[in-house]
């Protein structure tokens, strides 16, 4: 697909938005199958040390109530996961850079491993780390990692995050190479409906994640928080209904363009639909990351507004979601790791080479 194609189908409506999903549904059932891949997400802390303007727990947000969960919660959140099959887990957080939070990961990771018998496959979201670190998590028994690069265009970044050494689009592409270098199955992906952004730009996008050859993507609509700079644009957003079909698009473009990478239906998308997770799954998609967070600390971990799930709302239950599936034909695929085809098939090319050439 070139620029022209994708922008031709993000600008489509009616019968040819529907067969762009039908289609996309043909090639997801075909490269992937009709199977979802379960990540309980952990929603460690949101203490973060950095101020995206777009990000309701960001640093300069005083009204955010900070937590931080304990070791011991962590690891009983894992031991759910593990006994209910998951198969694997995310721990996300805000973005802290010391040798504390490096170490007490790392401590983590090698814990919730012994737990699960080696058997819990670990997605961190950290954000940005040195290499140093991002080799010791992954030695710790880390092996995929989500790091959006939320916009791949220098100046739309520019323009949602402060300008400093803290907050620049050169780090944040240098950490995704971190990552690949590493040997992490390494996922990215971007907020869809931002203030500033043009149908080129997401186009764009796309095609930043098909030259950077990721693994997996986690990618969402754009939702304002009051709390945060860039809700002061909110008269020039799309409405949610388009931003949700945009995510829906988007989803199915990239099923397109990368048949075989693990693709997540992310939490934004039920923020605007509660059914929106799985009317993802059912064009594109192939990963959910039910939230197996303490209920207590759901309601601090408001990135954005209307977060489903929090503390006062239904457990993100195992039944639930298998009807849900049930309704979109697929089929939750229990205790597996559900690795990204991509990555694999990337790996044993480069083992085969190595092979035959001996480099
Ligand atoms: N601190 C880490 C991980 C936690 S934030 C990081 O930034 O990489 C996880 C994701 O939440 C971010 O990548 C961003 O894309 C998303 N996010 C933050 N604010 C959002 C908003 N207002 N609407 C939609 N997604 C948002
Ligand atoms: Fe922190 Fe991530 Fe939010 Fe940015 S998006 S403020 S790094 S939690």
Same mark, same amino acid.
């Not at 670990?122 to 690069?149: M, N, P």
């Not at 008269?235 to 388009?242: A, D, H, M, R, V």
């Not at 239904?314 to 559900?338: F, H, P, Q, R, S």
């Given at each position: ?5 994708? &922008? ?43 101020? /995206?303007?777009? /990000? ?21 959140? $894992? ?43 670990? @997605? ?35 323009? &949602? ?17 971190? &990552? ?5 199955? @390494? ?29 997996? /993507? ?7 928080? $009051?709390? @945060? ?36 239906? @992310?939490?934004? &998308? ?62 939750? $695929? ?26």
């Amino acid at each position: 697909m070139n620029k022209a194609d994708i &922008l031709y189908c993000l600008k489509s409506s009616g019968k040819e938005y529907e067969a762009l999903l039908n289609f996309s549904s043909e090639q997801k059932k075909k490269h992937v199958g009709n199977k979802v891949y379960l990540r309980g997400l952990i929603e460690l802390s949101n203490n973060c040390s950095k101020d /995206c303007y777009y /990000c309701g727990i960001r640093k300069s947000n005083k009204k955010t109530k900070r937590y931080n969960l304990k070791d011991a919660e962590v690891l009983e959140a $894992a031991k759910f996961a593990y006994e209910n099959n998951f198969g694997s887990l995310v721990i996300q957080s805000g973005e802290l850079q010391s040798e504390n939070f490096s170490k007490r990961i790392e401590h983590l990771l090698k814990q919730i491993k012994s737990l699960s018998d080696n058997k819990l496959g670990i @997605t961190l979201s950290c954000g940005e780390q040195s290499e140093d670190t991002y080799k010791r998590w992954f030695d710790a028994g880390a092996h995929r990692y989500l790091l959006r690069i939320e916009a791949s265009d220098k100046e739309l970044y520019a323009k &949602l995050h402060p300008q400093n050494d803290l907050h620049s689009f050169e780090t944040r592409l240098k950490s995704l190479e971190l &990552l690949k270098k590493c040997g992490y199955q @390494t996922g990215t992906g971007v907020m869809i409906g931002l203030p500033f952004q043009r149908l080129e730009h997401l186009a764009n996008d796309l095609l930043f994640m098909k030259e950077f050859d990721i693994d997996m /993507c986690g990618m969402g609509p754009y939702i304002e928080h $009051a709390d @945060t700079p860039l809700f002061q644009y909110k008269e020039n957003l799309l409405p949610l209904s388009e931003r949700f079909e945009l995510g829906m698009k988007m989803i199915a473009l990239l099923r397109i363009m990368m048949p075989n990478i693990n693709i997540a239906a @992310t939490t934004a &998308l039920q923020a605007i639909d509660k059914n929106g997770r799985e009317k993802a799954i059912q064009i594109g998609a192939n990963v959910l990351m039910p939230n197996i967070t303490p209920g207590t600390y759901r309601d601090a971990y408001a990135l954005y507004e209307n977060k489903p799930l929090t503390k006062s709302s239904d457990d993100d239950c195992k039944t639930c979601i298998e009807m849900n599936l049930k309704g979109v034909e697929n089929k939750i $695929a229990y205790g597996a790791w559900g690795d990204s085809l991509h990555f694999k098939a990337k790996t044993s090319a480069k083992n085969l080479h190595s092979l035959r050439t001996g480099k």
